[in-house]
């Protein structure tokens, strides 16, 4: 029975899985620890976490006696704390993470929780979220709907606490799908990096076109309307968990990007010629099956 649960990192996906797990009725003890003190607080007024840990040696002291490890912080903090924790967790815990990329994490699971004596480590992504991060803005329905992916080591059975957390999940509303570690940051960098580097792009591009000149600038902001809204919204995205996703899926991001480029190439020398219908045909097709 998971009745002690840690949340390290408690900004937007770790408070919003507190309060996930409220709402769902999970009537055990939520400890958070995060490195900013005032997410921390902002974790613990609006519930998602009910006992605040103050350092790091208090988080691990918690975690040796929690049923469930979760962490939220960005990809290397992760892999920091999982070489922290693997040495004091035992079998029977189950240590989670929300991470946007999976292989790097996958591998270092397999090294440090392997065998008789580990914990269960549960590689996982949620496949929601916002622009802009903390616990100020996270949600209980943040999940609802949404998928949760799994890149857990193929050769292993889950465990007991592993299948009761995955019950957990879906109480969240979401749908867990496991991935092979490799073939879910592919994945990823088509359906979420890409689209995160694109808008960051656009939204420079026009900063930096723009910023400096206050006519300009204040033309920009009162005719732009939905489209660049809707297409520069996660240029509001923090650098702080973005930068880990880059460090960890540089090559597959980079393809992504260079097929973008040969793409912009493309339509930029067709303007002017058919093949900019065909383009246009072809977007038109991906969209009408979403
Ligand atoms: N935002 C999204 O859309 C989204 C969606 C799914 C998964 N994720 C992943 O979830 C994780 C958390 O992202 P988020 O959106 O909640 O970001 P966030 O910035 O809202 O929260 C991250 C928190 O981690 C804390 N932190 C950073 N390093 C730390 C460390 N070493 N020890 C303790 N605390 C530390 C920060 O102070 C911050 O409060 C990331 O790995 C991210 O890739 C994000
Ligand atoms: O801000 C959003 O709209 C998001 O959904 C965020 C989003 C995504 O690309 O889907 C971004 C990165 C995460 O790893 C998961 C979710």
Redesign the pocket.
Known sequence: MIQRIVIIGTGLIGASTGLALRAAKFTGTIAGFDASGTELAAALENGAIDTVLHSRAETITACESASVVILAVPVLAILDWMHLLAPVLKPGQLITDVG?TKLQITDAATRLFAGVQAATFLPG???????SGGAALAEATLFHNAMWLCTPPTEREPSAIEQEWRSWIAKFGARTLDLEAAHHDEL?AW??HL??MLSTALAALLEDTFGNDPARRAEIDAIGGRALREMTR?GASPYSMWRDVALSNTDPVAATLLALEQRLQHIRENLKTPELREEFLLANKFRERR
């Not at 992504?125 to 622009?131: I, N, R, S």
């Open positions: 946007s992504h949620p496949m929601a979220g916002k622009e990823c359906v979420s689209p995160q996660l």
